[in-house]
Every structure is written in structure tokens, then in C-alpha cells.
């Protein structure tokens, strides 16, 4: 697949069908976040694979009743994968948690190969971190940073609006008009 | 160029060429950051594309002068990147800046496409973000994420080395090995 067809056409799936995730390519996707760039190379990401139907649902109990994702992440979906970092590892730069962006850039690497091999993803970013904790045993020193399910998606979702580029993109200096 | 190519061979580059960047290829790599996925769809990244010589080296001079990328910031690359991110637009997510993951995957966006257009980048992520905003008159409510330069990559670096995936990726629990 073309780099710009993933990189623009991605969406956040959150129906799935029924059908299995190959091995082959969980592998690849999981390969793919391995890659990632990351502060000082110290790759603070960890990635938990769940299938357990049981361990499913507490995940998705950790995730508010509002969230139209979370049925793809107790049921539908067959795959949950939960992303932790190492909070030390990329450090704090002025108060700014910088493992919150390596551990998302391997993520989004995860996600961009996943949408190449046909499998649909969805970033779940607010949760009850306590359950996931307690769910999948992860330790103290180590945050829980997203989830995604990871199948089949059940429909391609349409794309959402975004800003202009002249609403987000400065020349020189903020406020200055980027004139292309 | 296949999204494969660019997720596993992009490298941080930072000796460029004195080749310019056409406006075609720096308008692509902007539009591939601003279709970036978000928040609620927050979009809170803006981009400050420096090109100024003067400029570029007030930039140079908020990076350590240990980072070897400091001469491709100040002098060596035509444009430099600044990244900044409204804090309040994706939020805390207990304790965790939302906004550092959702501005670096529109940097990384970026980046991506820049290698597809045989551009380099380099993620830049510890600076005195007081000079930047100095710089590039960057609001008290926006915080300075990264900067990257751009431009015409003098040489490929090497890949470096990364964790096996059985030392990141883990089966239903922490620690419980991943058997594929």
C-alpha cells in the first residue's frame, strides 16, 4: 500500500466483523511499532496482546459507557492490544511527558500497518488505568498509555473534518500566514 | 513508496545537502501532519515552518550543544520545524499529556512523508523552550513539542539497533512471553 493511502485514509474502526487476525499479520504489525523512532532509541513501549474473552470485557469495563468503541473491545473485536511505556525511559522534558509521544508514535506505526493489511484499529485514550492494570498485570513503573482493537472492520468509517492548513501552519512566526 | 519502506527505513537525519525544498514537496509533508488521527478529532498541533537564517539559528541555539543535529537546525537545512501543541485541546488523561501523543503522530505523519518525498527529518524533543517561543512568538498557552529540520538528506544513516519483540510484546499478561 501507497504511504499516503494509509497516512490519509486511516479511520478509527469501531465495528468488526467475526473473522480471525492471522498470525502473519499480528506479526507484521506488531513488527511495524518495534521501528519506531524513539527518544534516544530507548523504545519505552510495551505491547499486551489480548484474546481472552473474560480479559476482554475487563477492559472494556474500563472504559466509560459512552465510548462507541467499547463493545469492539469487550466482544466484537477479536484482538486487544494494550500500550504501556516506561515512564523513566524517554523522561520528562519541562514538564512535557515525552514517553506519551514515543509510546504513540509506535502505536500509530502499529495502526498504519494494520490499515495496510486490511485490519482496522481505534485509539482508546481514556480509561479506568487501575483495571487495565489489575486486567493485564502491569507493573507500577510503567504507564498505561492507549488500546486499540485490532480485526476485520465490519464498515470503513467516512473520513471526519480537519482544519485548514492555513488555520494550523505558521510562516516564520505565529500568527504569520503560510503562503505556499 | 510503500508504507512498509517508509516505516522501516526512515532514519533521523542530520547532515543535509544545500538543495531547497520545492514548495510541492513541503506543502505534501504539511497535509500529510494536518489529516493526522486525534482526540476527539482536537487537532491541536500547529506548525511553524522557519526558513529565516537568523531565525534558524535562535532555534539552534535553544538545543544543547551536544545534540548533533544542532548545525543542521541552525545552518545546513533550508527549513526547520516547529512543532507546538495546544495543552488544553486533548487534554490529561490521569496525569498523562494527551496532547505530547496526539501532536508527535502529526509530526510523525510528517515525517513520514517527508522520507517518501526523499526529504530527512530529525526529531528534535529538549531545547530551551523559552528561545523557541522567543523565536517563533509561540503563546503562553501553546507549549513547544519538537522541532525538526528538513531538507535534502547528505547522507542515509544507518538503521540502529531495537528490542527483540519478545522483550516488548507480551500474551494476555505482563510478562507472560508472546508466542506467534
Redesign the interface.
Known sequence: ????????E?R?VRKYASDPVP?EK???V???A????S?K?K?C????????PE?KEQLAASMPESNPARRAVGETAPIVIVL?ADTEGSGD??G???Y??????AF??LM??AY?EGLGTC?V??FD?EKVREA????SEF?V??LTPLGVPAKQPSP????D?SE????????HS?I?
Not at 501507497?2 to 490519509?8: F, N, P, Q, V
Not at 513501549?45 to 481472552?52: L, M, S
Open positions: 500500500m501507497d504511504i499516503y493511502e494509509a497516512l490519509k486511516r478509527s498470525e499480528l506479526n507484521k506488531l513488527e511495524a518495534q521501528v519506531a523512532p527518544w532509541n523504545q513501549w510495551r505491547f499486551i496482546v489480548v484474546r481472552n480479559r504501556c522534558k519541562d512535557k511527558d515525552y506519551m509521544l514515543d509510546a504513540g508514535l500509530q506505526q498504519l500497518a495496510a485509539w485514550g481514556l488505568e493485564c498485570a502491569v507493573p504507564r498509555v492507549a471526519r473534518p480537519r482544519k492548513l494550523i501552519t505558521y510562516s516564520e512566526e505565529w500568527g503560510f505556499s
